[in-house]
């Protein structure tokens, strides 16, 4: 066993009204030193996520046609369902299907403003799933709420204060999510491999709420470059880190690589939910006051599979054309019907696979 953490911190946020600077050190610590940790007595409740989890399996459980009216294809905003092995990472094929979805917001571009205005937009909801706007959007809210705290107490915690984060994000703006449906192997051809989704960092956000609904399987690679299993816990949320939080705090806070390996045979599909707080899209973007001690606590020598992010310089100067290069990596046949110029500008080639990270 090497010297760097095998498994994820929990943090009890109940303890915020009891002892909250024993919270905010051992936040500290799981920031700069590990990426990732799960957190208990959120606020979110079980009821909730039970039946956010139930609309997941409602929709997945559609035919492929019906899923195929709300395809990601009929949104230049990236919104709406994505094909089992649509997306690509690491050169391997994921498998997993996917339903992005946010807050529900009007399209604000017309010809002649920037093309990244296109990133916000509405979503694309199945005509087929009763209940699955409502609950979908309640999911939305609570996740956006409790994001909203944690980026506070993360900034707290960075010795920036409660709200040294806040210009980073502009109040009412689009917050990403999705659902995803990871197949167990026996579901899958033996050519598909078991790659849910390969090495990668989460690209430009703050943090990332991530809920395992019914089991586990996300392996996170800690910082001497082992895997270690993030077991399901009970109504527990993992948070981690965006490249975009990452770079704001001069990597005081660290974005961690992580992959999920398919279910095995007869265990049945893994769904998971996640939310990306992300940062705003419209200026230019430069990294905190850290003070010299938090700084001086930064580690050395991080092992990762995942060595930067493409387009990276981009994401600095142009935060809203970044994501939008990164989107279209991602779904290369929504950039190709929505985006060519933007493509040929970045000199994106749009006839090989989606990938993203
Ligand atoms: O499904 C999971 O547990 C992780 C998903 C993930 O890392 C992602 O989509 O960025
Ligand atoms: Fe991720």
């Known amino acids: 066993m090497g010297d760097d953490f095998q498994s994820l911190p929990v943090l009890d946020l109940s303890r915020l009204e009891t002892d909250k600077e024993a919270l ?20 979110v409740t079980k009821d909730l996520m039970d039946a956010t989890t139930s609309k997941a399996i409602d929709f997945f459980d559609q035919d492929l046609d019906a ?6 294809i009929y949104s230049p905003t990236f919104l709406g369902y994505s094909t089992q092995g649509n997306e690509i990472t690491k050169n391997k094929k994921d498998n997993r299907e996917q339903y ?8 604000p571009w017309s010809p002649g403003k920037p093309e990244f205005l296109r990133l916000t937009g509405p979503n694309l909801w199945p005509a087929d799933v009763p209940g699955f706007k409502d609950t979908i959007g309640s999911f939305w809210t609570a996740a956006h709420g409790l994001a909203e705290r944690l980026v506070s107490l993360t900034s707290e915690a960075l010795g920036l204060g409660p709200n040294g984060l806040d210009d980073y994000v502009v109040k009412g703006q689009q917050h990403r999510a999705k659902l995803i449906k990871y197949p167990a192997v026996d579901a899958l051809s033996p050519v598909d491999g078991t790659q849910g989704v390969g090495a990668h960092r989460d690209t430009a956000n703050l943090i990332t709420l991530l ?4 089991m586990g399987g996300l392996e996170v690679q800690n910082h001497a ?6 077991p399901l816990k009970e109504g527990a949320f993992i948070v981690n880190i965006g490249t975009g939080l990452e770079y704001l705090v001069h990597e005081t806070a660290i ?10 045979a007869g265990k049945g599909p893994r769904y998971s939910i996640a939310y990306f707080h992300g940062t705003r899209l419209d200026t230019v973007l430069r990294p905190a006051n850290v003070p010299d001690e938090v700084l001086a606590q930064k580690p050395t020598n991080v092992v990762t599979d995942t060595k930067g992010f493409q387009y990276a310089q981009l994401y600095a100067e142009d935060p809203g054309t970044y994501a939008l290069v990164n989107r279209m990596s991602s779904h290369r046949d929504v950039a190709a019907k929505f985006y060519p110029a933007v493509a040929k500008a ?5 006839n090989i696979g989606n990938s993203g990270y």
């Open 346 to 350: 970045h000199g994106m080639d749009l």
């Open 67 to 72: 899923k195929l009216t709300v395809d990601k």
């Open 225 to 230: 470059g082992e895997w270690i299993n993030a």
């Open 100 to 107: 992005d979805f946010a807050n529900d917001l009007p399209d």
């Open 24 to 43: 905010l050190a051992e936040l500290r610590h799981a920031l700069i030193h590990v990426g990732f940790f799960y957190i208990v007595n959120h606020g």
């Open 255 to 264: 974005a961690t690589t992580h992959r999920v390996t398919n279910p095995p």
């Open 211 to 214: 809920y395992q609904a019914n």
